[in-house]
Nanobody
Framework: QVQLVESGGGLVQAGGSLRLSCAASASIFYINGMGWYRQAPGKQREFVAFIDSGNRTNYAVSVKGRFTISRDNAKNTMYLQMNSLKPEDTGVYSC??????????WGQGTQVTVSS
């Protein structure tokens, strides 16, 4: 069992930046991959970014070049640096972790609101 807790969301003006954190309750040594999804009201949850145990990354086309995902194994924490934010980036951002043993865990989500 792994608990994931997001933080760092808030209100920001278009063009601004936010840094989200996802803290895990156990060593991420046992995690194959971690990432972020987001969901706006009335929309389907969409993939944002992914990072695996070898620090290989993948991004949605809509955020590539603006967002950077990273992980700090010593702190059991994953980060999402979001730059050049747009109003369409608004939504609830949730982190997830897929364990080497198979299960996937989700955080509770953190709200990101970008004003125009």
């Amino acid at each position: 069992q792994v608990q994931l807790v997001e933080s760092g969301g808030g209100l920001v003006q278009a063009g601004g930046s936010l840094r989200l954190s996802c803290a895990a309750s156990a060593s991420i040594f046992y995690i194959n991959g971690m990432g972020w999804y987001r969901q706006a009201p009335g929309k389907q949850r969409e993939f944002v970014a992914f990072i695996d145990s070898g620090n290989r990354t993948n991004y949605a086309v809509s955020v590539k070049g603006r967002f950077t995902i990273s992980r700090d194994n010593a702190k059991n924490t994953m980060y999402l640096q979001m730059n050049s934010l747009k109003p369409e980036d608004t939504g609830v951002y949730s982190c997830y972790a897929t364990m080497r043993a198979g299960p996937t865990y989700w955080g509770q989500g953190t709200q990101v609101t970008v004003s125009s």
